[in-house]
Structure formats: C-alpha cells, structure tokens
C-alpha cells in the first residue's frame, strides 16, 4: 500500500519544528542522561513473553512466560501500548537500537492475538494508549504492520465503545461509565481523538480520521474559546479529573493539525495558561488526589493534609505534549517555561522506575513533612508515562525554525541538522542548574538565526559569541536572536541568570510558600529541623541576606526566625531520596513552638 505522508494531510502551520524523533539530538552527560539510560535498561530488561502472556492466554494461545504483577496481573493491557510507545521513542530520540527491535516484536507478539474482527480484548482506557504505541512504532521505526494492525482495530471499537460518552462530573470525574459489555467501559474516553488524528496524518486509511472526530471533546474544549476578564474566574467545572482534563487539549491540538481551524489552537492555548495559572503548583505538577480545582485557595489548602499532591508521571506527560503542540504552532518561547519546570522539578524529581513495577506515581508536598513513595501496585499507568517522558526528554531541547534553530533547554547535549541546504551542529556544554553559564560550539558555516529562549524567571540572561557581547535585549519569556553569519567552531557564551525565588502557592496563600533556584523547586531535609520562617512580609525580606548560598543549588537560612531552632538547608527535590522525610511548602507566618 502506497500511503500519504503525514507532512501531506497537516493543515496547521509549523513555526518550528521539534528535533528529537529525527535523531539528531543526543543528551550527552548528567542526570537526565543517566535518567534515560537507567530506564532504557529496566525496560529492555522485561521478558516479551511476560509482558505478552495475558494476551496470548486471553486468545486461548501457547503462553511461555509468567504473568505481571499489579495493574498487569491479567494482563499488559493498561500500559502496553505506552511501553511500547516509550521503547519506539527510546530508539529514535536516544539510539537506543535494541528499544526499537523490542518495540517491533512487542507489536508483533500483540498482533498474533488479535483475530480478523479486530478485537484487542481492551477497554478504551487501554485502547487509547495501543493506539499511541501502533503511531509511534510506525512512525519512528517504519514498522509498516504497526499501522495495519490499527486499522484493523477501528471498525471493532467503531461498534464496541459507547457512544454516549458521559460527561465527567465531580461524581464521575473521568467519564466511565460502564456500558452494556465489558469492553465498552469508556473511562478517559476524551483522550481517544489524538493518536487517531495523529494515525491519519501518518497515513491511516479515513475511516481512522473519521474515527477520530466521533471522539472530540466539544462540550468542554469550547469552554476554553476565550479568556475569562481580570479577576473573574474560568467559566470551568472543577473537580474533574486533572491529568485526562489536562492531556484531552493533545486531542485538541491534534485536531488544529488535521484541520488548521484557529479555535482549536485557541482553546489549547486558553487551556494552558488556565493549567499554569490556577492549577498548578511550584514543580509544575498539578491536581491534589487528582483532581481540578477551583480557584478559591483550594490548591493552597490541599497542603495541609493531601498526600497525593500531583499525579506527576502522567502529569508531567499531558503537559510535555501540550507544550510541545503551542511551541510548535505559537513559536512563542513562554511555552517552554512549564516544560522547563517539570524537567527539574516534576519527572526529572521522582525516583525512578525499578525493576519489577516499582514506580513512582504522587509527589508529596504536604506542609510539616512530605515523603516520596512508589505507588502500593506494580506497574501502575505512570510505569507507561515514566518511560514516554524520559523517551522524550531529547525532543524537548532544540526546534527547527525556517530561519535556524531555537535552542529551548540547556542540557548538555548535541544536535545536526539542515539550513538552507547546508549542514550543521551544535554542541553546548553546561553543569545547570550547578553553575550559571552554558557554552555553544557551532559546526557548520553561513547565515541562520539562533534563538536562545529566556527564562521567564531569568534575571540577568546575557550572551556573548566569541567574547563580544550580544547587544540585543533579553526579555524574559522570549527568545533572544542572534542573526547572522556564522563561522565553524563560533562559540556563544550564556549567563542564564537564575538565583533564589519565592513561590506561594495561590493568591488566597501569599506567605504558603515555596523556594526555588530558577527552574529547580529546593526542598528542606525534615529529620531534625524545623520549617524555614520568614519575617513577612517576604516581598520585604532581602533573600541575599536571608540565605547564604552553598555548594552547587544550596541554600543556608541565615538570621531567620528565631535562631536557637535547627533550620535545614535547601537542595534541589531531585536530591531527596525516596522515604527521606522532606519540606517544600513553608508557612512562613507560622507561629513557632520555642
């Protein structure tokens, strides 16, 4: 079969282009780069006959192997296709070969257990997630039967899921009503339209694109048409279920792709700036035992006794996409800010998956003493969102633009690519968050525009290429431009300029505070200390003067509160161990126990 390229079916206008899927970036050092080969290595480590044998014993097959434990203990079902997902995108974004291979033969081994009719034996929870693993496996490894098999699949669950599709409500907060069979459990069903979307502009055959639109979120994207006036509230129910709520704008972004209409890039933008707004706490992480809120203090307040303060894993994965789609279609470097949040203090904060299922799942920010702690049940959906976000991790550095290249994190790191027909690279060496400065080496020679993103919480961003200042004004939240003609081996220096911040955690909260050093949320070692007062207001306190900075993101209280009590120092989140009792949200007007 001869099929369209997706380039050919997208109607929305690329401003810049993501780098990573194409294979020409590469983490080259430091924590996330350790983050990806630790997870290339537990993953790869699972036997496809484990992860297969629910499948194969539902089909009444030959089943070598032993079943899963936790979420998979009948079967792989509500996370397979992310595994194979993460592996697709293991072998693309890090070169990862043997991740490919093993994404192949997953889709291969599932394939076998699937009858004529197309029926997966799936709810259309892990429907949804087999549909991402079939586009990515087609798309990043060029494994044809991938996208065969998916539309195999569309006319069984055409006839299979119901088409009722309740609205979430506060009683039901992910829409899952059970229907008249055991396959027609729609729970999420609102996240369906965007891997079918992304299945048509692949090549899929139609009826996966008219699939898709059945599955459109209407009733609640249109809500997010226009911003609500300075000081009046989103016109949006609350107690819904945070992350689907969240990850149903991919859909909607999907679908801007497949029809270039405006709205629906309005409604994704509207929505992420509702998320980051009012949602939203100081990691980037969002939803208190998974839920919305409204804008009342209720987030400042689930600090005082929720312990699952942000589904973070497949939190941090909703918004990598949503981030990904507006830098995409905007070009506007503010989107990189939530990006940049949850790749130090969201994802790149959590412990790691290990062996066996272990996972993590909820970040802990409770006020007095938080702790992190894998989720009670093996391979829980954030085993699937673990591997698709630390897959991702290089695709969210560097954009093609029609003019040069946008440099959006700075992570040791490398990327190739072409401009104007000729061939270049880029290579920037930096310890951030440790030190302050990055260093960019340019391969390759002639005329392109390079744009460096400032942070929003950047004070003191400056550049220079080959020791000579940049005179050019760097805005936080904007790109600063470097337009000319390059020479092999210029070198740019950046000061990011980040320092000390003071968080609080909502308006109704303004001394519920968190710190952070740039990007990076500290947290305060809670065995043995007591939490870090302030004397408020804090917009009063001189934070140089208050805390004297350390080795590496260290920060020492200093003449604070009252000084006979043990104050700990403050360190990035990603330091804390797992079961080490932590602060990261203070009441700084707390009275004290002397």
Known sequence: ?????????????????????????????GPLAERIADAAATYLAMDPDDVLHGFRTAAGQDAPGAPLTGWSAVTSEPTFGQWVSGLARLGATAGVTAASERAIELVDGFAETVGPDGDVRMSLYGYEKL???????????????????LERT??????????????PSAHDFAGGRIGPTSHARTLEWYTLAENLHRAWLAGADDRVGEFARE????????????????????????????YSHLNT?????????????????????????????????????????????PEDGALGRSLEWRTDSAEIVCG??????????????????????????????????????????????????????????????DWPCCSGTYLQCVSELPNLLYYAADDGLAVLLYVPSTVSWEHEGRAFGLTLETSFPQTDDARLTLHGSGRLALRLRVPSWSEGFSAAVNGEPVNA????????????????????????????????????????????????????????????????????????????????????????GTARLPFGDLRPLSEIAERMPYRVYFDLDDPRIV
């Open 473 to 560: 004004v760097a805005t936080g939240g904007d790109w600063l431009v470097i337009d000319r003609d390059w020479r092999d081996g210029d070198v740019v220096d950046v000061t990011i300029g980040a320092g000390l911040r003071v968080l609080p955690v909502d308006a109704r909260h303004p001394n519920r505070v968190a710190f952070a050093h740039g990007p990076v949320v500290l947290a305060q070692r809670a065995d043995w200390t007591m939490p870090i007062s302030l004397p408020t207001p804090w917009e009063m306190v001189d934070l140089e003067q208050a805390f004297e900075p350390g080795e590496g993101v260290r920060y020492t209280p200093v003449g604070v």
């Open 249 to 293: 704008f991919a859909s909607a972004a999907a679908a801007y792709e497949v029809t270039g209409e405006d709205r629906y890039l309005e409604i994704v933008r509207n929505a992420h700036t509702y998320f980051t707004t009012t949602q939203t706490y100081a990691t980037g992480g969002y939803g208190p035992s998974e839920f919305t809120l």
């Open 154 to 167: 569309v006319p069984w669950a055409d006839r299979t899921f119901d088409r009722a599709r309740p609205t």
């Open 316 to 377: 941090s994965w909703a918004a990598f996409k949503v981030s990904t789609a507006l830098l995409t279609y905007t070009g506007l470097a503010r989107y990189g800010d939530w990006v940049e949040q949850l790749v130090y203090s969201g994802i790149g904060a959590v412990t790691p998956v290990r062996p066996g299922g272990r996972t993590p799942y909820y970040q802990d920010y409770r006020l007095g003493v938080a702790t992190k702690l894998p989720h009670w049940d």
């Open 131 to 149: 549909i991402c693993g079939l586009v990515d496996t087609f798309t990043l490894t060029g494994h044809e039967p991938a996208l065969a098999l």
């Open 1 to 29: 079969m001869t099929r369209s390229k997706g380039s050919d079916r997208i109607r929305a206008q690329v401003v810049l282009q993501p780098l990573g899927h194409t294979g020409r970036v590469r983490i080259e050092s």
């Open 215 to 242: 599955w459109h979120y209407d009733a609640y994207w249109d809500r997010f048409l226009t911003e609500p006036q300075p000081g009046r509230a989103w016109p949006v129910p609350a107690w819904l279920h945070a």
